[in-house]
C-alpha cells in the first residue's frame, strides 16, 4: 500500500470545491507519479464549520456523495475553530495545509495567522490566497526555511497559469526587469458586459456565476485584488520589498456605463492593468483602469488574464490564459501540492 499524504482544507467555496474531483481525476497519475495517494484529513469553513477525520478519505470517497463536507460532519471529530483545526489536524497526521479562505486585503488575517500557525507545526502550505502572501510573503517564506517545509502560492495570482513557476525553474538569470498584464478576471468580465448594455449588478452576478469573483466583489471592482497581485508579482518577480499600500491602486467603481460604453466603441476598451518596472533602482507599481490601444498587446488578451514580462535575456515574454474559471483555480493548487511533493522526493 503507498503511502498517504494527507491534506487538510481549510475554506470550502469555489475553489475548494473544484479540487475535490480535480484530485480525484488525478488520483492515478499522483500515486503512479509521485507514489503517494492524497487523502483529505479535515475540511473546515466559518460557515460549516472544522472537521477532522481519524484516518482521511479518499477524494473519491468524498465526492460519491452530494456534500462532501456533510460526510466529515457525520463522521469526523469537530473542532471549535481554525486554529484548533490546524492543530487537530496536525496531531492526527496531516502534513499539508491547502488554505483557501477569503480575501482580507487590509491585513490578510485571519488567513496569516492560519498560514503562520501550520508552517510553525512543521506543515507544508499551499495558498490561492493573495492577502497573506502580499502582506508578509518574506516573513512566511523565512519561517517555512526555518522549519524545512514548503511554501507555494500559485493560484494567488493568476489561477492556473504557471507564472510564478515559469520565473523559479524555466526562467533563472532571465533578468527580469518589469511586467504589465491584465490580472482581475472580474474586472474584465464587468467591464466587458457592461459594454454590452447590463447594468453593473447583472455583469458582477455573471462574475460570480462563473465562480471568479471575491467573495466580496468590491475587492475586485476596486482593484484590491489587482493590488494583492501586483505586489506579489513586484516582489517575487523583481526581488523587491513592497507592501500592497505602496501600490497606486484605482478601481473602476466610478466609472459611468456611458464612459465604458463610448470607450469600447470607439476601439479603445477600458480594462483594469497591473504594472510594475524598476526605475533608477526603485519598483514603482500601478493598478488603474487604462484604455487600450489596438496595438496594444493586451488588446489581443482583454477578456483573458494575461501577463507580459519585460526580460534582459529573452526580451518580452507572453502568458495568456484563456476561457478563466474556477478549476483553473483548482489546478493552481494542486500543481503546488505536486511541486512540494517532487522537491521532497529529492
Not at 89 to 109: D, I, K
Not at 180 to 201: A, C, P, W, Y
Request: hydrophobic letters at 45%; glycine letters at 8%; aromatic letters at 4%.
Amino acid at each position: 500500500m503507498k503511502p498517504s499524504l494527507n491534506l487538510l482544507l481549510l475554506g470550502y467555496g469555489n475553489v475548494a470545491q473544484a479540487l475535490l474531483p480535480l484530485l480525484d481525476s488525478r488520483d492515478a497519475w499522483i500515486e503512479q507519479e509521485l507514489g503517494i495517494q492524497p487523502l483529505i484529513s479535515g475540511i473546515g469553513s466559518r460557515r460549516s464549520g472544522f472537521f477532522i477525520h481519524p484516518t482521511g478519505l479518499s477524494a473519491t470517497d468524498l465526492i460519491a456523495s452530494s456534500n462532501p463536507l456533510q460526510v466529515l460532519q457525520q463522521t469526523g471529530q469537530a473542532c471549535a475553530d481554525a486554529l484548533a483545526f490546524i492543530h487537530a489536524g496536525q496531531a492526527a497526521g496531516a502534513t499539508m495545509l491547502l488554505e483557501l479562505t477569503t480575501l482580507n486585503p487590509e491585513s490578510g488575517e485571519p488567513a496569516l495567522t492560519y498560514i503562520r500557525s501550520a508552517l510553525e507545526a512543521g506543515m507544508d502550505v499551499v495558498s490561492a490566497n493573495k492577502g497573506p502572501i502580499a502582506h508578509a510573503g518574506a516573513a512566511l517564506h523565512e519561517l517555512a526555511r526555518s522549519k524545512g517545509v514548503g511554501l507555494r502560492y500559485e493560484s494567488a495570482v493568476m489561477d492556473g497559469l504557471p507564472l510564478l513557476n515559469l520565473a523559479e525553474f524555466t526562467l533563472p538569470a532571465v533578468g527580469i526587469r518589469g511586467f504589465r498584464g491584465l490580472l482581475n478576471t472580474t474586472s474584465s468580465i464587468v467591464l466587458r458586459q457592461m459594454e454590452q448594455g447590463q447594468t453593473l449588478e447583472e455583469a458582477i452576478q455573471l462574475a460570480q456565476q462563473i465562480g471568479v469573483a471575491e467573495a466580496n466583489p468590491w475587492y475586485d471592482l476596486d482593484g484590491w485584488d489587482a493590488t494583492m497581485k501586483t505586489t506579489i508579482l513586484t516582489n517575487t518577480l523583481l526581488k523587491a520589498a513592497l507592501t500592497p499600500s505602496m501600490v497606486q491602486r484605482t478601481g473602476i467603481r466610478d466609472l459611468a456605463q456611458a464612459e465604458i460604453i463610448a470607450a469600447a466603441q470607439a476601439g479603445t476598451p477600458i480594462r483594469m492593468v497591473s504594472s510594475a518596472h524598476i526605475i533608477n533602482g526603485s519598483p514603482t507599481a500601478i493598478v488603474s483602469p487604462e484604455r487600450l490601444q489596438s496595438n496594444d498587446p493586451l488588446y489581443a488578451a482583454r477578456d483573458s488574464g494575461m501577463v507580459l514580462l519585460e526580460t534582459e535575456a529573452m526580451g518580452r515574454i507572453t502568458l495568456i490564459e484563456h476561457d478563466t474559471n474556477v478549476v483553473q483555480t483548482a489546478y493552481g493548487v494542486l500543481s503546488d501540492l505536486i511541486s512540494i511533493q517532487r522537491a521532497k522526493s529529492k
